[in-house]
Structure formats: structure tokens, C-alpha cells
């Protein structure tokens, strides 16, 4: 009986060093599907940068939190399916060839999601940005981009329709061997390009944050003049999160 009641001393007492450390919470436990009744969800999944006659028919279009709520895109990128509603939620999609993108983390009421939209870039446009940007990607963590979008800018963004002279926060700030954020220069219709000297957006609005680690952030972006919305962001390693227009930062007033 003594043991036992020395046992449950230590526990009790507040001075007992055991030796245990203190486990950390985890930032990943909340990240899961609602109970709430299906709501719809519907967009468009297009290639970002050069397409040529590259499509994104059949790529496969899902809930990150619950990888069996699926679906995929048809010949035209557009895509739809129901979802658990109640609580925020992340979209992935996935076709081989193309970097596979996740979207912002948004929230699902019975309402659904629409205009649901993906920027998918090939696999060697994912490459080319990283070396402009002079980031070398780091598989335990997440890359994070957005378009801080002007009040022209629509539905899906386009070429030239960002909010020029903005500033892009991720709070809480990464770790400081985390990199951005690193703005898009506007090069002409076609063509845009990561500068790491720029220190704030151009008309292009892209922005990016490289080797982020895991954990929810909020991404949001402060100018002189105009107030933009805020994305929620769940940062999974290996996961490249763009929030694209019309969930990404988008221009409020």
C-alpha cells in the first residue's frame, strides 16, 4: 500500500519533478470535417502560366480534412461536389504533371463554397518560381501564395488585376529561416515573375511565402487607402497553399 500511496504523492504534489515534459498541442487536432448536412461546392481549376494544350480534365478535386469527399474537374477545369458543413475547410487538386495545389482554408456553412478557383502550375513552373525567388523548397514545409486582388479583379483574377502597393502579413510570423513575403513583377499579359528586391505588390498582386512550417496562419495585407479580406491558412508539410482569387485576399473596400 505504501508504494501506492507515494505514487500518488508525486502526482499531487506541485513540486514533484518527474521528469515528463510537457506535451505541445497539437496545431493539426481541430483540422477536421463538420457534422452539419452536405453543402455544395463548385469551381474552376485552370494552368497557371504557359498551358499550350495542357488540360486539367480528370484531375482529381477533394477535401484535404476528409480525402473521400471527392470529385474531378471536367474538360473545361470546372468541378463540383458536396461537403460536410460546420466547419472551415481546405480543397486540394491533383493531376500528374502539375505541382498539386491547396487552396485557403475556408468556412463551409450549409450555404457551400462557390467559385472554388485553382491556379495550377505545371511542374517546372513550381521549379522556375522557386529559383527566381531564390528559395529552395524544403519538403517538412509548406509554400504559401496569394493575389492580393483589386475591386477589378474577377472572379478567378486575370493578368494585371492586383492591388498594387499593398503589404502582405502571415501572422503569427514564421520562424525566421521561413522566407517571404516576395512579391510578383509584373512582366506583360502573359508573363510574371518573383523579385525577391520588391517590397511591396505590383499590378500583378502574387506574393509569396516560402518554407513556412506546419500550423494554421492568417494571411492578410495592409495598403494606405484600401482595406482587403483575410485567408486562413493550414500550412501541411509538402503542400504548396494557393488562396486564389476570389478566396484569396481580396479587396474590400
Same mark, same amino acid.
Given at each position: 500500500? !505504501?508504494?501506492?500511496? !507515494? $505514487? !500518488?504523492?508525486a502526482c499531487t504534489d506541485p513540486d514533484a519533478d518527474t521528469g515528463a515534459e510537457t506535451a505541445e498541442p497539437d496545431p493539426m487536432a481541430d483540422w477536421v470535417v463538420g457534422d452539419g448536412p452536405l453543402a455544395p461546392v463548385s469551381g474552376r481549376a485552370f494552368v497557371f502560366g504557359p498551358s499550350g494544350?495542357?488540360? !486539367?480534365?480528370?484531375?482529381a478535386v477533394f477535401v484535404v480534412e476528409a480525402p473521400e469527399y471527392a470529385t474531378t474537374a471536367e474538360a473545361d477545369g470546372t468541378f463540383a461536389?458536396? =461537403?460536410?458543413?460546420?466547419r472551415p475547410l481546405s480543397f486540394r487538386v491533383e493531376q500528374?504533371?502539375?505541382?498539386?495545389?491547396? %487552396?485557403g482554408t475556408l468556412p463551409v456553412g450549409p450555404e457551400g463554397v462557390t467559385q472554388l478557383g485553382f491556379q495550377v502550375p505545371i511542374t517546372g513552373t513550381t521549379e522556375m518560381m522557386a529559383y527566381a525567388s531564390d528559395i529552395h523548397l524544403d519538403?517538412?514545409?509548406?509554400?504559401? $501564395?496569394?493575389?492580393? %486582388?483589386?475591386?477589378?479583379?474577377?472572379?478567378?483574377?486575370?493578368?494585371?488585376?492586383?492591388?498594387?502597393? $499593398?503589404?502582405a502579413i502571415l501572422e503569427p510570423f514564421p520562424s525566421e529561416d521561413a522566407e517571404g513575403p516576395i512579391y510578383f513583377d509584373f512582366i506583360n499579359d502573359g508573363f510574371v515573375l518573383p523579385d525577391p528586391t520588391l517590397t511591396e505588390t505590383t499590378i500583378d498582386g502574387g506574393v509569396l511565402f516560402g518554407n513556412v512550417p506546419q500550423g494554421e496562419y492568417t494571411l492578410r495585407a495592409t495598403h494606405p487607402t484600401v482595406r482587403f479580406t483575410e485567408v486562413t491558412i493550414r500550412c501541411r508539410a509538402g503542400v504548396? =497553399?494557393?488562396a486564389s482569387p476570389p478566396h484569396g485576399v481580396e479587396f474590400l473596400e
Open positions: 500500500m !505504501l508504494p501506492l500511496l !507515494l $505514487a !500518488l504523492a494544350n495542357l488540360s !486539367l480534365e480528370g484531375a461536389l458536396e =461537403v460536410p458543413s460546420g500528374e504533371g502539375f505541382t498539386a495545389i491547396q %487552396s519538403e517538412d514545409r509548406c509554400q504559401i $501564395a496569394t493575389t492580393i %486582388s483589386s475591386a477589378s479583379s474577377p472572379p478567378y483574377g486575370g493578368s494585371g488585376v492586383g492591388e498594387p502597393g $499593398a503589404t504548396v =497553399v494557393n
